[in-house]
């Protein structure tokens, strides 16, 4: 096992070993119907604390060929699945948490340098038998290990679009990053599947719409992948009766993200809830109000009065298809509110094309945001 290839199943194993664990490994059973096929490529966008990293540490587990994770798996819902066995523990995993490789670099050229210096070196540890043409040709190596040993990579990269939280005003950096993904990922026949996870869908640039080849499962459309997307009514229910909390003040405080027809709860808010014994701002206590201030005083075109008439409990008409997946190029209320919705402020009804404010939680964080700074006046309006 090593920090990178073959991390191992410790990491799932000290998920399984919370005090509250919803059994969510069904979704191994979607990623595995695409595994080996031109679909093989996924990249799930989430708001922060909704279980992206425990899905990674999942599917590392299940994937690794470095372990024996049956024993982790057997009493999971996807053990009676007929694929299985099939899938277990047969790939060789390349797990990268991104923001590990921007601490402490100051260039693009840097980052991805020691990334790739990083991979090579346990790469030559485990396979340094293999005669590779060039053991500093990242892309060379990947291949020659695969056609030798015959047993493809799986990459689980998490947090896979820090760079354009890190850097967002630095389109080359950006572009080099995705050019680095490409060359990678694309057309590569060592590649079983990828799976990224980041709160950004990705980014496109024109010809640099490098990563086209990614099916996304984002909070503007989750597709299949509804109900894997935070804790569902019929869990929280299970889960109030466990811990004697009142259900319908937890749906007041955590529900109110319709993701299709499913409704989803926060699933951070929810488990400090239930081991606390008590309802309070969980999951905004995780970053202070400032940061949703600098977008919600961006007043494109009424977005002051939008977001009145959202704290007061309605919804509004939103056109999400001129976003450009990131978070500075912004022409539009329409622009930063679908942001929002990303970044876990709002919800969007992708039937009815239209967002608001999800549950108390995030409607107490709205207010937080605005109650200076020159919004008193909404303040008073919300009040009447």
Same mark, same amino acid.
């Given at each position: 096992?090593?920090?990178?290839? $073959?991390?191992?199943?410790?990491?799932?194993?000290?998920? @399984? $070993?919370?005090?509250?664990?919803?059994?969510?490994?069904?979704?191994?059973?979607?990623?595995?119907?695409?595994?080996?096929?031109?679909?093989? %490529?996924?990249?799930?966008?989430?708001?922060?604390?909704?279980?992206?990293?425990?899905?990674?540490?999942?599917?590392?587990?299940?994937?690794?060929?470095?372990?024996?994770?049956?024993?982790?798996? #057997?009493?999971?819902?996807?053990?009676?699945?007929?694929?299985?066995?099939?899938?277990?523990?047969?790939?060789?995993?390349?797990?990268?948490? !991104?923001?590990?490789?921007?601490?402490?670099?100051?260039? !693009?050229?840097?980052?991805?340098?020691?990334?790739?210096?990083?991979?090579?070196?346990? @790469?030559?540890?485990?396979?340094?038998?293999?005669?590779?043409?060039?053991?500093?040709?990242?892309?060379?190596?990947?291949?020659?290990?695969?056609?030798?040993?015959?047993?493809?990579?799986?990459?689980?990269?998490?947090?896979?679009?820090?760079?354009?939280?890190?850097?967002?005003?630095?389109?080359?950096?950006?572009?080099?990053?995705?050019? %680095?993904?490409?060359?990678?990922?694309?057309?590569?026949?060592?590649?079983?599947?990828?799976?990224?996870?980041?709160?950004?869908?990705?980014?496109?640039?024109?010809?640099?719409?490098?990563?086209?080849?990614?099916?996304?499962? #984002?909070?503007?459309?989750?597709?299949?992948?509804?109900?894997?997307?935070?804790?569902?009514?019929?869990? +929280?229910?299970?889960?109030?009766?466990?811990?004697?909390?009142?259900?319908?003040?937890?749906?007041?405080?955590?529900?109110?993200?319709?993701?299709?027809?499913?409704?989803?709860?926060?699933?951070?808010? +929810?488990?400090?809830?239930?081991?606390?014994?008590?309802?309070?701002?969980?999951?905004?206590?995780?970053?202070?109000?400032?940061?949703?201030?600098?977008?919600?005083?961006?007043?494109?075109?009424?977005?002051?009065?939008?977001?009145?008439?959202?704290?007061?409990?309605?919804?509004?008409?939103?056109?999400?298809?001129?976003?450009?997946?990131?978070?500075?190029?912004?022409? #539009?209320?329409?622009?930063?509110?679908?942001?929002?919705?990303?970044?876990?402020?709002?919800?969007?009804?992708?039937?009815?094309?239209?967002?608001?404010?999800?549950?108390?939680?995030?409607?107490?964080?709205?207010?937080?945001?605005?109650?200076?700074?020159?919004?008193?006046?909404?303040?008073?309006?919300?009040?009447?």
């Amino acid at each position: 096992m090593g920090l990178y290839l $073959n991390p191992g199943n410790r990491a799932f194993q000290m998920v @399984l $070993n919370s005090k509250i664990y919803i059994d969510k490994s069904e979704m191994i059973s979607l990623i595995n119907s695409v595994v080996d096929t031109e679909n093989r %490529f996924i990249c799930v966008s989430r708001p922060r604390r909704f279980g992206k990293s425990v899905t990674a540490n999942m599917l590392v587990a299940y994937y690794s060929c470095g372990c024996d994770s049956s024993e982790l798996f #057997s009493h999971l819902k996807i053990s009676g699945d007929t694929d299985y066995k099939k899938h277990l523990n047969q790939y060789n995993v390349i797990h990268l948490n !991104m923001t590990e490789f921007i601490n402490g670099v100051d260039t !693009m050229s840097g980052i991805l340098d020691n990334l790739s210096k990083r991979l090579l070196h346990e @790469l030559k540890k485990v396979f340094g038998a293999v005669n590779c043409y060039d053991w500093n040709d990242l892309i060379s190596v990947f291949r020659e290990i695969f056609e030798e040993k015959q047993v493809p990579f799986v990459f689980v990269i998490d947090e896979w679009d820090c760079v354009f939280r890190e850097y967002k005003d630095n389109v080359e950096y950006q572009k080099d990053y995705l050019d %680095f993904l490409r060359n990678m990922l694309k057309d590569q026949n060592y590649v079983a599947l990828t799976y990224m996870t980041g709160i950004l869908p990705i980014k496109k640039y024109g010809k640099h719409s490098a990563l086209n080849m990614f099916t996304e499962i #984002s909070m503007t459309d989750v597709r299949e992948y509804a109900k894997f997307t935070g804790f569902t009514q019929e869990e +929280v229910e299970m889960l109030c009766q466990e811990y004697n909390m009142p259900f319908e003040e937890t749906r007041q405080w955590y529900d109110g993200y319709n993701l299709r027809g499913v409704s989803v709860y926060n699933p951070r808010s +929810v488990v400090m809830s239930m081991t606390g014994g008590y309802f309070n701002n969980y999951w905004t206590a995780t970053e202070t109000y400032e940061a949703l201030k600098v977008y919600i005083e961006m007043n494109f075109d009424g977005l002051r009065e939008k977001i009145i008439r959202m704290i007061s409990g309605g919804a509004e008409k939103i056109n999400i298809g001129k976003f450009q997946n990131d978070m500075t190029t912004f022409k #539009s209320a329409d622009d930063v509110l679908t942001l929002l919705v990303h970044l876990g402020y709002l919800s969007y009804d992708f039937d009815n094309a239209c967002v608001k404010i999800p549950n108390s939680e995030v409607q107490q964080e709205f207010i937080n945001s605005i109650e200076d700074g020159g919004w008193e006046s909404v303040i008073e309006k919300i009040k009447k």
